[in-house]
């Protein structure tokens, strides 16, 4: 079974550039989550999607970034414009569905690094 | 709001000997509790997770951990580590209702020593 595909797996900008990922997660998952996780601290959920809806995006810096789930299949987050806060590591997980007893299957992440 | 707290940041340990990684939740609500890992480069894989029943979990790679709700505890232990363990530690905490989200701890980095 494929796990969860990210990419690019590295990308370097400049402060003010736009940037996004891309997530393709498990063959039939319906829950997908974008985490955000700076050096030195666990993984924060940024956004959290069932099917092609937003369950909980409450901690999504809503003024520069967005994420969309157009087909309920893979995902893009964008970051329009970077700072310099916002180098860290993105992770994409799945899960067959919602709820906390769900097990969530991560893929490699994309490392930020905003100069 | 629950939150996680490991209690250390990085844990040397020789291989073959024991190892503890501590790990302390606040809640005022039942949560579920989970410790996941991270090798370098790569994304995190569960190791274990406590829903309800026993307060003793196993878990893959010879990991178990014990929920002990009067301490707010979920300690992940190994009775002999090896180098293939050497990776970065996360336990997390999720509302059993309610939002359900996970909450991870700051991480502990375990290195292993021949």
């Known amino acids: 079974e494929a796990g969860v595909a990210q990419s690019p797996r590295y990308k370097i900008i400049e402060k003010r550039q736009s940037v996004a990922f891309w997530c393709n997660p498990i063959s039939g998952h319906a829950t997908l989550y974008w985490y955000q996780q700076i050096l030195g601290q666990g993984p924060k959920l940024l956004i959290q999607?069932?099917?092609?809806?937003?369950?909980?995006d409450s901690q999504l810096p809503k003024d520069r970034f967005s994420a969309e789930r157009l087909k309920g299949v893979d995902s893009t987050l964008k970051i329009q414009p970077a700072k310099l806060e916002d180098s860290a590591v993105y992770l994409c997980?799945?899960?067959?569905?919602?709820?906390?007893?769900?097990?969530?299957?991560f893929g490699p992440g994309t490392r930020l690094l905003v100069l | 709001a629950q939150s996680v707290t490991q209690l250390d940041s990085q844990v040397p340990v020789f291989e073959e000997a024991p190892v503890e990684l501590r790990c302390n939740y606040s809640s005022s609500v039942s949560v579920y509790l989970f410790w996941y890992v991270q090798y370098p480069n790569q994304g995190l894989q569960l190791l274990l997770k406590?829903?309800?029943?026993?307060?003793l979990v196993k878990g893959i790679n010879g990991f178990e951990a014990e929920f002990n709700k009067s301490q707010t505890s979920f300690h992940l232990r190994k009775p002999s580590v090896h180098i293939s363990d050497t990776a970065e530690y996360f336990c997390a905490v999720s509302e059993v209702q309610g939002a359900q989200k996970l909450v991870f701890g700051q991480g502990t980095r375990l290195t292993i020593n021949p």
């Open positions: 406590y829903l309800s029943g026993s307060t």
């Open positions: 997980a799945s899960s067959t569905t919602q709820g906390a007893r769900e097990t969530q299957y």
């Open positions: 999607f069932q099917n092609n809806g937003v369950v909980d």
